[in-house]
């Protein structure tokens, strides 16, 4: 027996100790330990949470029909290009509902069907044949753009330089982004979100039509002026902007620009993407590379429209527009236009992360500032202590000595928890901490049990130590219990919840486990020290 | 040896008519508050509604009117406005889903920085959720809800019997309830945060309850002559001072939070101290009452 309980007094001991090695990190104290103790100890401790810390949680949806689009239509100039090439005159369209071929005849059948097996035909009537996408390769167009999508956030948000990201799928087209820390969340987003898309086109300056269409408009006009100039561009082209800056006034004007709808090139081509300054003027601009095949085909267009204007356009929204010289080859080409030096970073981060495959939408966007943060662990820590030193007050006020053996208990309880917590690396936020002081409370709800069975005990007229024996037993199932049906909220709340909800579930369901440790352990143990020693003739409770 | 109460024999089953009243009437309004939310008629907290919320702090205390006069002027409508005049703290939510985000918080901190030019407003938190999300969240919510009930009355009809989990179940979703009905009562936001403490709730009560009931269980067994009834309540008579000390306990914790936790706790905090006030009530009042006036058959002796 009295080995015994030694042995538990040796296991509080090392728990507690690793308890507060675990959690030494998370304190200011840490950085006043000798340098080997920071080498070979923990480091780590706990993780605040973005509502504790600052920084941008963000959600983003992959909007991956756009992608099986772009590939329906892709398939569909295959299509015409194989279709000619076997001398089949046939018409493929590709619309909304998807890609018309006409006229149905079983020659055009056979040729799509043995280059895309992928296409299913769901209607032959009126003449034309409308295939679509099969539903199989729909889904994989959409699951493999929300990884391609994710894939490409990690690489721009390791350029960009946030430490520890984390970025991870939420479901088959949601992206899940936290943030910590990061001071400058628009530009944040907006580097995250860029499609991207880097195409380059020709602009048709030998079209009438565009010397009638005014230098430029003023933002928020262009809708206007696509509306007004629509009917009399031809099929083949279409109105884009650059945005342009002037330096003195700093007023933005949009430049307007009447350009082929043909891409040339795209940006999958590109190898590197680097900012450079013009010694001449003192300006930031983005000068890229490509690879062989890039800079071929780059030659090629050069070679083929000297004097024509190249417009490099980016998202749809053109940046620069030279007129080509000479041809280009060696595969370099530079990107200019009023950046400011942050522009031009974050436009070489996104062409050397590469474009997303789909645009993404953001769902949910939370920025917290980080003081904020900081007057939220105060006030969390401030309400704590306060709490605890209620509690603790209380039970000395009503249980007597064995309320201090409680108290004792409730103190083991939250240095185990914080132990925990930062031994498991969780992340603690402002939920959190709220459970961390709830768990205070309801800490000594096993020993009130005990205290109360034990009091029922000694009424009834036995002996201390037959009273803490059998006030153990009896309470023991209850408490159990108790603590099992906390637990299942614990669960159901970290299965449910995100972000701070699951950080008060990993308090709360820490807390009643090692609860349970110290209820039936901590504290019992104390009493056999106490009643082993000697005689026990009153219980102080 | 300090007592509250001490050998109380307090007629609870007798007073079980009089509890079902008082339950009722709060279950009706619970019900009335969840009927409120599912048509999003009640005063839905963004992450329900989805909108956007900008906290902005203040140097100077700004009064209300001044922001409110600078947003209408700034074109925004549809806007409330909260404060803490304490700290200088201004919460301004729209609730409008957009379909793109990132509109009004931008509008709203450009508005506020050009018009308190020598009172500059420093962000605090933005969070912007599209009605997508919003609505997911309300799923997700009401299904944690639901999953967690599901696994109590699971759970206690496993270690009793299933009536016991009948009562415990009800018992606690009466408490969920009423904290809900008092919440849409007093106008008070429903959000993410009050899920949580509902559901911390139901995890209290159920405690609560569970105690209770594993007296009754034991006192069955040791008092196979007495009636039910009699059982019943000296059991909760019993196990009343343990029921009151943990509350107290609880409470003392719950009111330090709601006094010194913070902005973020307060509707939380609050939240717990209804709870555990109504969590000992139903423990005493609802749970075993419907246990005993589940079906008529002789208890087991489990």
């Known amino acids: 027996m009295k080995k015994n309980v030694r042995w538990r007094f040796i296991l509080i001991g090392i728990t507690a100790l690793l308890s507060i090695i675990f959690f030494l990190p998370s304190t200011p104290v840490f950085q006043s330990m000798p340098e080997w103790w920071k080498k070979n100890m923990p480091n780590k401790g706990i993780t605040l949470g973005l509502d504790l810390q600052g920084g941008l949680h963000l959600v983003f949806e992959v909007e991956g029909e756009k992608a099986v689009d772009v590939t329906a239509e892709r398939i569909a100039a295959s299509l015409k290009e194989i279709l000619e090439k076997k001398g089949l005159k046939a018409e493929v369209k590709k619309d909304a509902l998807g890609i018309t071929i006409s006229p149905a005849n079983n020659e055009i059948k056979k040729a799509v069907e ?23 390769e729909i889904n994989r167009i959409k699951d493999s753009s929300a990884d391609q999508a994710l894939e490409t956030i990690r690489n721009r948000i390791d350029q960009f330089g946030v430490s520890e990201p984390t970025i991870h799928r939420q479901s088959t087209n949601e992206i899940v982004v936290q943030l910590p820390g990061v001071k400058e969340p628009k530009r944040a987003i907006e580097v995250i979100g860029k499609t991207a898309l880097l195409e380059f086109k020709l602009l048709d300056d030998e079209n009438p039509i565009a010397a009638q269409l005014p230098a430029s408009v003023l933002p928020g006009d262009e809708e206007k002026l696509i509306r007004e100039f629509g009917p009399k561009i031809p099929i083949e082209d279409e109105i884009l902007f650059e945005r342009v800056v002037n330096k003195e006034t700093g007023r933005v004007t949009k430049r307007v620009y009447l350009v082929k709808k043909q891409t040339l090139m795209t940006g999958d081509l590109l190898t590197e993407a680097r900012v450079n300054i013009d010694t001449r003027f003192n300006e930031p601009y983005v000068s890229i590379s490509f690879n062989p095949a890039g800079a071929k085909l780059f030659e ?8 024509k204007r190249l417009a490099i356009i980016l998202d749809g929204n053109v940046y620069s527009a030279p007129v080509i010289q000479d041809r280009i080859s060696g595969g370099n080409a530079q990107i200019t236009g009023t950046f400011s030096m942050d522009e031009a970073k974050d436009l070489a981060i996104v062409l050397r992360a590469g474009a997303l495959p789909a645009p993404m939408k953001i769902l949910q966007n939370v920025t917290v500032g980080p003081s904020l943060g900081r007057d939220s662990i105060d006030a969390g820590v401030k309400a704590g202590i306060i709490g605890a030193i209620l509690v603790i007050a209380f039970m000395i006020f009503y249980y007597k000595l064995s309320g ?11 240095l185990l928890l914080l132990g925990a917590m930062a031994s498991l690396n969780a992340t603690l936020t402002m939920p959190g901490i709220a459970g961390v002081i709830l768990a205070i409370g309801m800490a000594v709800d096993s020993n009130v049990l005990m205290f109360e069975r034990m009091r029922e005990e000694i009424r009834a007229g036995k002996t201390p130590r037959a009273a803490v024996d059998s006030g153990y037993d009896k309470a023991f199932l209850t408490i159990v219990d108790s603590h099992v049906t906390t637990l299942i909220t614990a669960a159901v709340l970290f299965q449910f919840g995100t972000g701070p909800i699951k950080g008060f579930a990993v308090t709360l369901g820490l807390g009643v486990a090692i609860n349970l440790f110290t209820a039936l352990i901590g504290t019992k143990t104390v009493f056999d020290l106490i009643n082993s020693r000697r005689e026990v003739k009153k219980l102080s409770i | 040896m300090i007592e509250l109460i001490r050998n109380t024999k307090i007629d609870f089953m007798g007073k079980r008519f009089y509890a079902f009243g008082l339950t009722g009437v709060i279950s009706i309004l619970g019900l009335i508050a969840v009927i409120q939310v599912a048509r999003g008629t009640a005063n839905l907290g963004i992450d329900f509604a989805g909108g956007t919320a900008v906290q902005v702090k203040f ?19 549809d806007f409330d406005l909260q404060d803490l005049p304490t700290e200088n703290k201004i919460l301004i939510r729209v609730k409008k889903g957009e379909e793109t985000l990132g509109g009004f918080s931008e509008k709203i901190i450009s508005i506020l920085s050009q018009r308190f030019l020598n009172n500059k407003p420093v962000v605090d938190s933005t969070t912007e959720i599209g009605p997508k999300v919003g609505a997911k969240l309300r799923k997700d919510a009401l299904l944690a809800t639901i999953v967690a009930i599901i696994g109590i009355l699971i759970y206690v009809g496993w270690r009793f019997q299933f009536r016991f989990g009948v009562g415990a179940t009800i018992a606690t979703f009466h408490d969920v309830l009423a904290v809900l009905g008092l919440f849409y009562i007093m106008g008070r936001e429903i959000n993410l945060i009050l899920v949580s403490a509902l559901l911390t709730i139901a995890g209290y009560s159920l405690t609560d309850t569970v105690v209770v009931f594993d007296r009754i269980r034991e006192n069955l067994k040791l008092r196979q002559r007495e009636s039910v009834e009699v059982v019943m309540n ?32 307060h509707d939380f905090s609050l939240a717990m101290i209804m709870g555990v006030i109504i969590g000992t009530y139903s423990s005493i009042f609802v749970a075993s009452p419907i246990v005993l006036i589940w079906g008529k058959r002789p208890f087991a002796k489990k």
């Open chain 1, 300 to 307: 090629q267009i050069t070679a083929a429209n000297i004097k």
């Open chain 1, 114 to 136: 043995d280059n895309y097996p992928i296409l299913t035909l769901i209607d032959s009537g009126g003449g034309r044949f409308l295939y679509r996408l099969s539903d199989k």
């Open chain 2, 234 to 265: 000296s059991s909760i008579n019993e196990v009343l001072s343990r029921t009151i000390i943990t509350s107290t306990t609880v409470l003392l914790t719950s009111i330090a939070l709601f006094f010194f936790g913070g902005e973020v706790l």
């Open chain 2, 59 to 77: 140097e100077k205390n700004v009064p209300l009117h001044d922001i409110r006069i600078a947003l209408d002027e700034g074109g925004l409508s």
């Open chain 1, 404 to 414: 201090l053996i409680a108290d004792f208990a409730l103190v083991l309880n939250i």
